[in-house]
Nanobody, 122 residues
Framework: QVQLVESGGGLVQAGGSLRLSCVVS????????MGWFRQAPGKEREFVAV????????DYADSVKGRFTISRDNAKKTVYLQMNSLKPEDTAVYYC???????????????WGQGTQVTVSS
């Protein structure tokens, strides 16, 4: 059983930064594609970022390109999302996702964490 636990969310002013972490337990993550998604109130969950098993490939939603960076440390079984230049529209619950393939993560059919709240004030 794969379990994902996010942390690092909180309240920050516009223009500020936060770093989210996602620790994976149960198995090694070295073969998993990992991703971050978010869901704002009244909206569907949306893709934020994805990273391949070895960190060699990444992709981002257009809305966060140049501001967010996804990274991973397989030895620590942890994936990170560094969020800079935050905007009020980034306010959402952020979820970590894991899957056996890039497609599995993008299609939101893998494993999920419980989410961490990020609130950006104007």
């Amino acid at each position: 059983q794969v379990q994902l636990v996010e942390s690092g969310g909180g309240l920050v002013q516009a223009g500020g930064s936060l770093r989210l972490s996602c620790v994976v337990s149960g198995r090694t993550i070295s073969t998993y594609t990992m991703g971050w998604f978010r869901q704002a109130p009244g909206k569907e969950r949306e893709f934020v970022a994805v990273i391949s098993w070895n960190g060699g490939s990444t992709d981002y939603a257009d809305s966060v390109k140049g501001r967010f960076t996804i990274s991973r440390d397989n030895a620590k079984k942890t994936v990170y999302l560094q969020m800079n230049s935050l905007k009020p529209e980034d306010t959402a619950v952020y979820y970590c996702a894991a899957g056996n393939s890039w497609y599995t993560v993008i299609q939101q059919s893998g494993w999920w964490g419980q989410g961490t709240q990020v609130t950006v004030s104007s």
